[in-house]
């Protein structure tokens, strides 16, 4: 099995938010969708956003007032990418500017889905993707399919499946950026703030998705932190079949409170 490892650039649009109580329900989010394949190449719906709190009418340095009404918001970008395993990551023509209510999170982004279903699927030769099943870990780090370990000497954190298979994640400078900045850490010198073991203890197993093309086996892993005070979503005890088709199937936006998900996938050969 292959491990490949995605990001894209990371906004710098953080905090809307103008006080910390509301800026407590601020999250990120880099989450992958499989949609199929055409030739060599792998085709994902990638959403990058962040989540924010808004007040209609506030403006900063104002006071807010008792009984203000708040919107919880995401806003990032929706691109189409694909992955060949000759020509590695490259982002396609089709992308979308989001800004939505979390409280219409699926339905927001329902016809988004559909557009880039549409646009990939008119592709030559496109093999549509089945979602086979998935797996809740739930933040548990006992989640006996998908372990993470930390090796506090090369600070690395690896991904270990359920066949023990064991693969380094790479986080990218601007993953690591975001972390010291939630944490507000003290670090006068921002370009020597490398993987700490801090850092790399923080991540917990989320989930696994996996995914079909004929008889090419596909998954999406998601890592993930933050506070889990008020998170209680069950782990999985067996992998539970999914009956979405790939452009119906939508998520991403159950983020713990001041953390990140970011998703990573592999490819069966």
């Known amino acids: 099995m292959k491990f490949f490892q995605v990001f894209t650039f990371l906004f710098v649009t953080c905090i809307f938010a103008p006080s910390s109580s509301e800026a407590c329900t601020y999250a990120y989010q880099n989450t992958f969708f499989l949609l199929g394949s055409a030739d060599d190449d792998y085709y994902f719906i990638q959403l990058e956003m962040e989540r924010y709190v808004n007040i ?16 919880t918001r995401w806003k990032g970008e929706l691109h189409v990418i694909s992955y060949s395993k000759h020509d590695a990551i490259k982002s396609d023509s089709l992308f979308f500017e989001l800004d939505i209510a979390d409280i219409e999170y699926n339905k927001s982004l329902e016809p988004y889905f559909r ?6 699927s008119s ?27 930390v090796d506090t000497v090369e600070k690395q954190l690896h991904y270990r499946g359920a066949n023990h298979e064991k693969h380094s994640i790479l986080f990218p400078n601007k993953i690591l950026n ?5 944490l507000q850490l003290d670090q006068s010198e921002k370009d020597s703030f490398k993987q700490t073991n801090e850092f790399l203890t923080v991540w917990r197993p989320v989930q696994l998705r996996k995914y079909r093309i ?9 890592l993930g932190w933050g506070q ?19 452009e119906q199937y939508i998520e991403g936006n159950q983020v713990l409170l001041h953390g990140q998900r970011i998703d990573f996938f592999l490819i069966k050969d």
């Open 228 to 246: 889990l005070r008020g998170y209680n979503q069950p782990s999985s005890e067996k992998w539970k079949p999914i009956l979405e088709p790939v």
């Open 123 to 149: 592709k030559d030769r496109f093999k549509e993707a089945l979602l086979d099943e998935g797996f809740q870990c739930a933040y548990q780090r006992d989640c006996p399919v998908f372990k993470l370990e």
């Open 178 to 182: 975001r972390f010291e900045k939630i």
């Open 56 to 71: 209609p009418g506030w403006q900063p340095m104002q006071k807010i007032v008792d009984g203000a009404e708040f919107q």
């Open 115 to 120: 557009k880039a279903f549409q646009w990939v």
């Open 214 to 222: 004929e008889e090419e086996e596909i998954m999406i892993a998601t």
